[in-house]
């Protein structure tokens, strides 16, 4: 089945700097890649998601890459702010989705 | 929470009793998914639905069943609960290869 590596497990960052959190996936059939942002205390909100006929995705601040020859994707967040600072999972899915373990973000104002 | 409740939200309970934890959809989804969340391992699959009695096991489903009467609820039990089922217990709908949307989790300690 399907193995994703989230890295790295913890991130600082000072406010404004750029975010950077990357995954790696084992099977090539996976064709979808959402990213999930956890608060405390609260279930893992969709942020941003890449399918696998794209290479790149922006939204705002956020933009994903995809690299299906290398399986591997990554969540960039650029101009942090102190209301970014949450737990932020990778998933990879085929027809079951599997998740990383997930990264906890810190931004310090 | 796209119109997913969970319940409870938190319970203790001691280790050999059954515990059910329920979740409710307004949104008349045909996939509901049960997870548990554990630090240093993500979300993994328990158990999930694909449509009113139709279930399937996932990654982590030893000690656990689960039962869709309704399209709008999916029930989790905990057998003979053990320390090792606790946990943060989140309910998800979505269809495979979509984005799933969670609800607000049920914290269970099992002392």
């Known amino acids: 089945g399907e193995n994703v590596e989230q890295h790295p497990s913890t991130l600082s960052v000072q406010e404004g700097d750029s975010a950077v959190i990357k995954c790696t996936y084992s099977d090539s059939a996976s064709n979808y890649f959402p990213w999930y942002k956890q608060e405390l205390g609260k279930g893992p909100q969709l942020i941003i998601d890449i399918r696998s006929n794209v290479g790149e995705k922006k939204d705002q601040r956020i933009a994903v890459t995809l690299n299906k020859t290398a399986k591997h994707f990554s969540l960039h967040i650029t101009e942090t702010q102190p209301e970014d600072s949450a737990v932020y999972f990778c998933a990879a899915s085929n027809n079951d989705m599997r998740f990383g373990a997930g990264t906890r973000l810190t931004v310090k104002p | 929470d796209a119109g997913i409740t969970q319940s409870p939200r938190h319970k203790v309970t001691e280790t050999g009793t059954p515990v059910t934890l329920r979740c409710h959809q307004t949104?008349?989804?045909?996939?509901m998914y049960w997870y548990r969340q554990d630090p240093g391992h993500g979300l993994r699959l328990i158990h999930y639905?694909?449509?009113?009695?139709?279930?399937d096991k996932g990654e982590v489903s030893d000690g656990y069943s689960v039962s869709r009467s309704k399209t709008e609820d999916f029930l989790l039990t905990l057998e003979s609960a053990t320390s090792s089922q606790t946990s943060v217990y989140f309910c998800a709908i979505g269809a495979p290869q979509e984005t799933q949307y969670f609800g607000p989790g049920t914290r269970l300690l099992v002392l």
């Open positions: 949104e008349n989804h045909r996939y």
């Open positions: 639905s694909y449509g009113v009695k139709d279930t």
